[in-house]
């Protein structure tokens, strides 16, 4: 006869070693019959346990390929969903804690979205799917992706994004772009969009703050959101840098602002950031914004190379939701699943995830 779940409470004060320990017990019973996909920006303790490791556009790929019945993704709550989703009916997608979720995630909410497409209608003067693509970050939930499904848009990531604006501008004219608006920007900079053509769209003001006219006239609204831990980085930074290291190298991650992708030698996502480093000639040295476990780990990755890799923010900063995902609750949720318990599962319901596995398709379709 199948227990019951065993309580999270045995397992929070349980010490590291002792923590690892069954961590490598339960996946030993587990065997394929579980498969831990792991983010880039996941802590050292977690990272060493990946089957799979990658960026969102990676990790989306593989949750749709894997033969193992649970999926434990240590990554945030969207990532998990977008397992879901793209997974078979019979597998489990888990996330070993559901407090791991996305401050820029939060700032585009399916109320706000809908809000500004009937604001844009009332602008407009018809729907506005006939002006612009809607295309969210693969950074958010799974009802926006719905919402990009239903309405003609589709699903983005850092790796794929000029392709994605591409597609998209192909369909319309304009593009509305959630929740991060400095990837947006610096994306369509990049395909030569002006300045003058984006305009920011504050969802907690009528019309998003701007007026009918420069709604008419925008190629990209871009929603006002961002990453917590790439707005810590600042010109300030590369500049004081360059002025110790001339002959050095700056590589950021488009998350970050502007004004920090222009000034910096590289710009893309962490599967580019890490294969720029890894693929430069020994004893060069790298200014690296993104976020700190990952610098952290191509640091040393490096070394032996001669390379010298630095974080870019003189403060701090690491995605503290991916950071919940401890040895505690991987070990709790393993252990769980080897005596046939399923605990923290994420589900995403079925009206919902066919709308945003339109989106998903059609990106990975695309890209």
């Known amino acids: 006869m ?14 590291e070693e002792e923590a690892q320990q069954r961590i490598d017990a339960a996946r030993a ?5 579980a498969v831990l996909l792991v983010h880039h920006y996941q802590r050292a303790d977690i990272f060493r346990h990946a ?10 790929r593989l949750a749709s390929q894997s033969e193992a019945d649970f999926i434990v993704f240590c990554g945030v709550h969207f990532m998990a969903e977008v397992a879901d989703i793209l997974s078979r009916p019979e597998q489990v997608s888990i996330l070993p804690d559901l407090a791991a979720g996305c401050s820029m995630a939060d700032m585009a909410t399916l109320a706000k979205v809908e809000r500004c497409w009937r604001e844009l209608a009332e602008v407009l003067g018809e729907a506005p799917d006939s002006r612009f693509t809607p295309v969210t970050y693969i950074n958010s939930a799974a009802d926006l992706k719905a919402f990009c499904g239903e309405h003609g848009g589709i699903v983005c990531t850092s790796s794929n ?14 593009v509305l772009f959630f929740p991060d608006q400095h990837l947006g920007r610096w994306t369509a900079h990049q395909m030569g969009v ?4 984006m305009a920011v769209w504050d ?4 019309y998003g703050g701007l007026t009918p006219e420069k709604i008419r006239s925008a190629k990209m609204l871009l929603w006002k959101g961002h990453c917590a831990v790439h707005q810590m980085f600042q010109p300030a930074h590369i500049q004081r840098w360059r002025e110790k290291h001339p002959e050095g190298f700056v590589i950021s991650h488009p998350e970050s602002p502007f004004e920090v992708c222009r000034q910096s030698d590289h710009v893309g996502s962490t599967e580019l950031i890490i294969k720029t480093v890894k693929d430069a000639p020994a004893g060069s040295r790298w200014l690296v914004g993104t976020e700190l476990n990952l610098v952290s780990r191509l640091a040393e990755e490096v070394r032996a190379e001669g390379k010298i ?17 401890d040895p505690q609750h991987l070990a709790w949720t393993l252990e769980n699943l080897a005596d046939g318990n399923v605990v923290n599962r994420i589900t995403v319901p079925e009206h919902e995830a066919a709308l945003a596995r339109l989106s998903l398709e059609r990106m990975l379709s695309v890209s």
Do not use: H, N, Y
């Open 161 to 174: 994004a000029r392709t994605i604006l591409d597609w998209s501008f192909a369909q319309r004219p304009g």
């Open 309 to 325: 890799v630095e974080f870019m923010s003189p403060t701090v900063c690491m995605c503290s939701t991916m950071q919940r995902i």
């Open 203 to 206: 969802p907690d003001q009528r």
């Open 51 to 60: 089957d799979l490791t990658g960026d969102s556009l990676r990790l989306s």
């Open 2 to 15: 199948q227990s019951a779940p065993i309580s999270f409470d045995r397992f929070d004060s349980l010490r």
């Open 194 to 197: 002006s300045l003058d053509e």
């Open 29 to 33: 019973r587990l065997g394929k019959k």
